[in-house]
């Protein structure tokens, strides 16, 4: 949702570039965002721009972005430049693509020229988090914006050259002897952008350890006419070779978010429709219940799921699956999950059992009345959502426990429970973790929840 912010502050950093500060026209707060995000100027009634945010971007009060002036654009740097103190400015909310990964070892930054921007944000946070950093940046002489602030923020970690030949005297060295987990994040022209990710990947650099953010797209070449078929209505059309499919969807009327129309900020990224496209890419468990996130990470979600019985033959998964990609961003969905786990252990990961494994037999071969003491049901409550941003889906898993003698309270829990555990198909009881317990479970239940036999 777009805000009207008020300039407080706008000025020259150097000949060719202005920082512009703006803020609620009430002082209050405004939406904390990542380190590389950036903000939409509705710069006029026809044209949005996207420049980056150089604050931390912790409650901040203040959105400062600073924008070098492009007499050949489209007039949005014109329009920025043209801007003074009191005046107001429609602003699109901070999104980020370009944030720093917080598990890195040490963080490369490489700006060049305006491309310093969301690297100042970078810079910042760094040093706020204690996280070890060093900074390239190549400018123009005198046309360093930020100069003064970043030699004052990093010290001795900034290397500070104005030709190409200069940053790769100090970069290329740099890329070969870097310590291991380090993430390269580049900001410049995309001839630099293309430059340094090139040499990144001669000197054996992770594909996903390098980030690149462009601040403009380099002249597109004539593609190939293809069609577009959309998904709800069905409707078809051609795709030229000389326009975007983003054009062609605006031209139909479509109603697709965009803002820099360049391929630059990613605002018109749609989420994927169809294809084994769900994979558990990144994941922080806590309590994992019989399973392991260690083994499935970087597994589809049809793979992940394949120990599920029966879920290929009954469809179960197709449908899930076909369900999580046409999960909307904005609303969560809500689900739950249960198994049994014994003396209220939360960790039952895969790597954890000799831990725990042998705690199921000793609790259905012990003595009946120790069960509803140590036998408890454990609900997952998990929640769906897409983010709007990224179309990435977070699975969040919420887990309560509850002994049998605690849930036997509720009578028609206790029934519940023992009539869903007496049922559960062998080979379900078997997944779940079960079969051991299950017998235990049900007789004790009966004997001290009311449950009839
Ligand atoms: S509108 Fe910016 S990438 Fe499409």
Redesign the pocket.
């Known amino acids: 949702m777009s805000a009207e912010l008020v300039v407080t502050r706008a000025a020259a950093l150097c000949p060719d570039v202005r920082e512009v500060v703006l803020a609620r026209p009430d002082g209050g707060l405004l939406p904390s965002y990542a380190p590389g995000s950036h903000i939409g100027l509705h710069c006029g009634p026809e044209l949005r721009n996207?420049y980056s945010l150089t604050g931390d971007g912790l409650d901040p009060r203040h959105y400062a972005v600073s924008v070098r002036l492009d007499p050949a654009g489209r007039g949005g740097s014109r329009w920025v430049h043209g801007l003074r103190p009191g005046d107001r400015v429609r602003v699109e909310p901070p999104r980020s693509a370009f944030a720093p990964v917080a598990a890195a070892r040490h963080h490369l930054f490489v700006a060049g020229g305006i491309g310093v921007t969301p690297l100042l944000a970078h810079v910042r946070a760094a040093l706020t988090w204690g996280r070890s950093f060093r900074l390239h940046y190549a400018h123009r002489p005198g046309h360093g914006a930020h100069l003064d602030e970043l030699r004052a923020l990093c010290g001795d970690r900034l290397e500070v050259v104005h030709s190409a030949a200069a940053l790769w005297a100090t970069l290329g060295p740099a890329l070969s002897r870097q310590p291991l987990g380090t993430h390269l994040y580049v900001c410049g022209p995309a001839a630099l952008n293309a430059a340094v990710t090139a040499a990144a990947a001669a000197a054996g650099w992770p594909e996903q350890q390098v980030h690149t953010e462009a601040f403009a797209a380099p002249p597109a070449a004539p593609g190939t006419p293809f069609t577009v078929r959309l998904a709800h209505s069905g409707r078809e059309f051609p795709v030229g070779a000389e326009q975007t499919m983003?054009d062609a969807l605006l031209a139909q009327g479509a109603a697709v978010?965009?803002?820099?129309?360049?391929?630059?900020?990613?605002?018109?990224?749609l989420a994927v429709r169809s294809g084994r496209a769900l994979w558990a890419d990144a994941g922080l468990v806590t309590f994992a219940a019989d399973w392991s996130l260690r083994f499935d990470v970087v597994m589809s979600f049809l793979q992940l799921h394949g120990p599920v019985p029966r879920v290929h033959t009954e469809r179960v998964l197709p449908r899930a699956h076909d369900f999580l990609l046409r999960l909307p961003a904005g609303p969560g969905f809500r689900r739950t999950n249960w198994t049994l786990t014994v003396d209220g252990r939360l960790d039952t990961s895969t790597e954890t059992y000799p831990e725990w494994g042998r705690d199921r037999t000793a609790v259905a071969d012990g003595p009946l009345a120790e069960v509803g003491d140590r036998l408890f049901l454990r609900t997952e409550v998990q929640h769906l959502i897409r983010l709007p941003y990224s179309g990435a889906v977070m699975f969040l898993i919420r887990t309560y426990l509850l002994s049998l003698r605690e849930l036997v309270a509720v009578p028609a829990w206790a029934a519940r429970l023992a009539a869903v555990l007496a049922e559960l198909p062998p080979d379900m009881a078997d997944y779940k973790g079960l079969t051991r317990t299950r017998g235990a479970a049900v007789e004790w239940l009966r004997l001290h929840g009311g449950v009839p036999r």
């Open positions: 996207a983003l978010p965009n803002l820099c129309r360049q391929g630059v900020c990613g605002e018109c990224r």
